[in-house]
Structure formats: structure tokens, C-alpha cells
């Protein structure tokens, strides 16, 4: 399994959030995506930022922001063009982890170890995430 950054480190808190957020715009995900990807509502999530809140969900936020940043990243680099590797999210794909379904239903599901395992695909396919 890919190794993530994990911490609870306040000052990672607005870069995290920033990239986060433009990662969501560039994946086109809605507000419930998002909240799933956080493992808690957006709102939630921003509050806690907001609120300089530095406990074991921020540390659990930031851990899941940090494997969509690795995705997100794997994905540019396996895919030359910035539109090809946004819109592989919402593919079908054929491979075993998917079973037909796009990549978002995967990520999506609210469970961290989900998003490991696709860093993980991702890494199976020729693509060291830093």
C-alpha cells in the first residue's frame, strides 16, 4: 500500500484545503462527493479549519485529502492531457477494483482504505505517487 502522509499538523490545513478544493472543481465533484471523500460534510470539515480544530478527524481529513492529492497527481502523470486525466474519474472501467464503475463511485464510498486501494491500482500501473 502507497504511504500517506498522516498528521495533525495546523499550518498543512489551508494549502490541504486549497489543493483540495481544486481538485474537486477539476473532478467536477458535487458537494456530497466531496463530504464523502472527507469522510464528513464539507461544511464540517471547513468548520474545523476554520475553528483551527486539531483532533483525530483532522487528522483523518487530512490523511483522505492527501490521497486525493496522490490520486489526483498519479492521474496527471499516467495522462499527459489535464482533460483525459480529470474525466478518468467518471470512466467505467473494466479493471477488478472498479467492476465496470467509474472510479468516483470507488473513492466515493466513505471508507478511507477505498482511496488507498485506487492510489494503490494507480501505482500497480507504472505510477510512483510522491
Known amino acids: 500500500m502507497s504511504q500517506q502522509f498522516v498528521g495533525a499538523d495546523p499550518s498543512l490545513a ?3 484545503f486549497r489543493i483540495f478544493t481544486n481538485v474537486a472543481k477539476a473532478w467536477s465533484l458535487t458537494k456530497l462527493e466531496q463530504s464523502a471523500l472527507l469522510g ?3 461544511d464540517d470539515a471547513f468548520a474545523l479549519h476554520r475553528a483551527g480544530i486539531v483532533d ?3 487528522a483523518e481529513v487530512l490523511e483522505r485529502v492527501s490521497y486525493v492529492i496522490s490520486i489526483y ?3 496527471h502523470t499516467l495522462f499527459p ?3 483525459q486525466a480529470n474525466e478518468w474519474i467518471r ?3 473494466a479493471a477488478a ?3 465496470g464503475e467509474p ?3 470507488v473513492i466515493c464510498s466513505g471508507r478511507l482504505s477505498d482511496l488507498a486501494e485506487v492510489l494503490d491500482y494507480l501505482d500497480s500501473q507504472g505510477i510512483a505517487a510522491p
Open 73 to 75: 497527481r498519479a492521474l
Open 97 to 99: 477494483l472498479f467492476r
Open 103 to 105: 472510479a468516483v463511485k
Open 81 to 83: 492531457n489535464p482533460q
Open 91 to 93: 470512466r467505467p472501467n
Open 14 to 16: 489551508e494549502p490541504a
Open 40 to 42: 464528513q460534510s464539507v
Open 56 to 58: 483525530g478527524r483532522w
